[in-house]
């Protein structure tokens, strides 16, 4: 899924755009980073902020990332930025579009 389409399909608004870029993986927790040019960093808020793991994954070489909180986008040259109002209903808006690209029945 390319980048622009997650911020169609979210609703989301740029803070910062370096370039649209087909994205693989979506990723939650920086320990489990596979191929970090074609991630999604979803910064969800729950026991812990995932927000303040960004820096983690913008080190570990993650250029594109969902939010929801403010984020001083200065300190990441080069990546891309998506605000959106819950990153976790956004994540749920990506799957379900995801899953209407095929014309296959829903189990379960």
Do not use: C
Not at 22 to 42: M, N
């Amino acid at each position: 899924m390319w980048i622009s389409e997650i911020v169609k399909h979210t609703k989301g608004k740029w803070l910062q755009q370096n370039a649209d870029a087909i994205i693989s993986d979506f990723v939650i927790d920086t320990r489990k980073i596979k191929v970090p040019q074609q991630a999604l960093f979803v910064a969800i808020n729950a026991v812990r902020n995932g927000h303040d793991f960004i820096a983690d994954a913008y080190k570990k070489g993650i250029r594109t990332f969902l939010v929801s909180d403010i984020i001083d986008i200065k300190l990441y040259p080069g990546a891309n930025f998506i605000e959106v109002a819950h990153t976790v209903q956004a994540l749920q808006q990506i799957a379900q579009q995801h899953r209407l690209s095929f014309d296959l029945p829903v189990i379960g």
